[in-house]
């Protein structure tokens, strides 16, 4: 009886999974179309890795599924399906196996690589221009590196695991006249506070490292899909970066009567913005702005001994008092 009660149990779960499951649309990539100079080997190595890149609510046929819808069709060519004629048309709009056809092309222009995909939808044997792109790579290498890149920019990529992991990036600067210190004493506070709230990083003094040898710069202008490339790169959940408008550490004489003399008293401000990053996405997942003022002559607590600090001692002092209450709003969004 238990078996029997175990089995209908069993049954009835699958059932209602099977009722819930969300089913997927069916896409067939083409065989790539080689418009000049691109060796047939490297064709299908190109062919290969769109069929494994294709993700998102997509489900790649067979090549053997989408050599019997040609021949449905009465094409020999990936390139006829540019070209299709009424009648084809037609009969492509009643085949129920697939919903999608991926038509890329790639050929040289000059010593470059050129790759562009059209995505057509077999009921109409229409192109959607937003599911079309084209790409100039400089080499194979690249092509490669950043195929997944262009599958998510129309939308066919596939969605990154959680890794549990994210990344601090190099604060933007945006003002002119910034101490060079700036940005690694702000980062190097942000990834210690983080780590002491408990978010995992990925390790800040290999980041750079990465982006340059994968000839990402200029990260604060990035678009939604390079971050998601960067996110890929660094395996990363969530990207942090700050940007830092503004920060000063000027000094003022005071005369102190006790003393009957002038001093010189320090004062600092910064201010900037926070934003954090889904790099599943690319999009902002959050923003917040941080201002802190102190003048270091009234609000310096009595047990710190300031007597023998240079300016960038009171610099890093500003900078750790402003990081608190960043660290907390980043930990909590990223948690």
């Known amino acids: 009886m238990k078996n029997k009660f175990f089995l209908a149990l069993i049954a009835a779960f699958s059932l209602i999974c099977g009722a819930f499951a969300v089913e997927m649309d069916r896409l067939a990539v083409a065989?790539?179309?080689?418009?000049?100079?691109?060796?047939?080997?490297?064709?299908?190595?190109?062919?290969?890795m769109l069929e494994s890149s294709i993700g998102g609510d997509y489900e790649v046929i067979s090549?053997?599924?989408?050599?019997?819808?040609?021949t449905e069709i009465g094409l020999t060519t990936s390139s006829d399906l540019m070209n299709l004629n009424s009648a084809q048309k037609a009969k492509l709009g009643q085949i129920k196996t697939v919903k999608y056809l991926l038509v890329p092309t790639v050929?040289?222009?000059g010593s470059r690589i050129t790759l562009s995909l059209s995505l057509m939808n077999s009921s109409t044997g229409s192109i959607d221009p937003d599911g079309s792109i084209s790409k100039v790579f400089r080499n194979f290498d690249e092509l490669a590196d950043q195929l997944?890149?262009?599958?998510?920019e129309i939308g066919l990529g596939k969605k990154a695991r959680k890794r549990g992991i994210s990344a601090v990036l190099s604060p933007v600067i945006a003002?002119?006249?910034?101490?060079?210190?700036?940005?690694m004493e702000f980062n190097t506070l942000m990834e210690n506070g983080l780590l002491n709230s408990g978010i995992?990083?990925?390790?800040?003094?290999?980041i750079s490292n990465i982006l340059a040898k994968n000839n990402i710069d200029a990260i604060h202008s990035a678009s939604p899909a390079m971050y998601q490339r960067i996110g890929e790169l660094l395996r990363a959940d969530y990207l942090v970066q700050a940007t830092i408008n503004r920060f000063t550490i000027g000094t003022?004489?005071?005369?102190v009567a006790p003393l009957q003399k002038y001093v010189t008293s320090y004062n600092?401000?910064?201010?900037?913005?926070?934003?954090?990053?889904?790099?599943?996405?690319g999009l902002t997942a959050g923003s917040f702005v941080f201002d802190r003022t102190i003048d270091f002559g009234t609000d310096l607590p009595d047990h710190i001994d300031n007597t023998n600090w240079l300016t960038q001692d009171y610099a890093r002092y500003l900078i750790r008092t402003a990081i608190t209450p960043i660290v907390s709003e980043v930990a909590a969004k990223i948690k």
């Open 31 to 48: 065989e790539p179309v080689n418009k000049g100079g691109i060796k047939t080997e490297d064709v299908e190595a190109i062919w290969s």
């Open 63 to 70: 090549r053997a599924a989408l050599k019997q819808i040609m």
């Open 107 to 109: 050929g040289k222009f």
């Open 148 to 152: 997944k890149d262009t599958l998510n």
């Open 175 to 183: 003002f002119n006249d910034a101490p060079a210190y700036l940005p």
């Open 200 to 206: 995992r990083l990925f390790a800040m003094q290999n």
């Open 252 to 255: 003022k004489s005071i005369y």
């Open 268 to 281: 600092g401000y910064i201010a900037g913005t926070v934003k954090i990053i889904n790099a599943q996405t």
